[in-house]
């Protein structure tokens, strides 16, 4: 009986520590925003006040980190990069144009870095997953941990929440069939917006894009 304890117990010691060094990996590869950063897997970007996109973290990428910066990241984080190309044949990502960014190999999320001639980002952006899409790009979609007003802005977006959350665009460009680019300078925010059949351009089923980019002054109109 002391025996059949002993050996139960040791069993018990062994799986707490393979519990608690499963619970730490976890707590070690979650993204958190600081107040340095705003981590749009940890917080509501859109639902806070005076923020623009030199404050955006996605999945610990910012804009203007460097080439290096990039490296040591992704190493940390177990990630992956990819570069441009057909599929199955693309470039490494070497931090030049543009990369997707992956959690897994070939599990990409919809987010891509794209990397300006001294080899910092300058730009990130999220490509919105569709409902339609396989199982497994759903369940890869990055925009699923967006929080509140974020992720509503994918699943439910319209030019009404568009208004309502941003305001007015700084400035726009049609592109006829193809949609519709919205600008907000002061934000650091490129709204991309192609429309899907039968539908407004600006409608819950629309692929939509957002773009962060180094935020610039809006023009004065002179009088």
């Excluded at 300058?122 to 925009?143: C, F, G, L, T």
Aim: glycine share 8%.
């Amino acid at each position: 009986m002391q025996t059949t304890r002993l050996i139960c117990a040791v069993f018990l010691w062994i799986g707490s520590i393979l519990f608690l060094g499963k619970l730490g990996i976890c707590q070690a590869l979650a993204y958190k925003s600081t107040a340095a950063g705003i981590e749009l897997t940890d917080s509501d970007l859109f639902s806070t006040r005076g923020w623009s996109s030199q404050q955006v973290r996605v999945l610990g990428f910012r804009l203007g980190m460097t080439w290096p910066e990039v490296q040591e990241h992704v190493r940390a984080r177990h990630l992956d990069l990819i570069g441009e190309g057909v599929p199955g044949k693309e470039a490494a990502c070497a931090g030049q144009g543009w990369c997707q960014v992956c959690e897994a190999q070939f599990q990409c999320g919809g987010l891509a870095l794209d990397f300006g001639m001294s080899r910092e980002i300058i730009e990130m952006s999220i490509s919105k997953v569709p409902e339609d899409a396989a199982k497994k790009a759903r369940h890869n979609a990055i925009q699923r941990r967006f929080k509140g007003i974020t992720r509503d802005f994918f699943v439910q977006y319209s030019k009404d929440l568009r208004l309502k959350v941003l305001g007015p665009e700084s400035s726009h460009e049609s592109f006829g069939a193809l949609g519709i680019e919205y600008r907000y300078r002061e934000l650091g925010l490129v709204i991309e917006i192609s429309p899907c059949p039968s539908h407004p351009v600006e409608s819950p089923c629309s692929d939509l894009e957002l773009k962060f980019v180094p935020p610039s002054p809006v023009p004065q109109v002179s009088r």
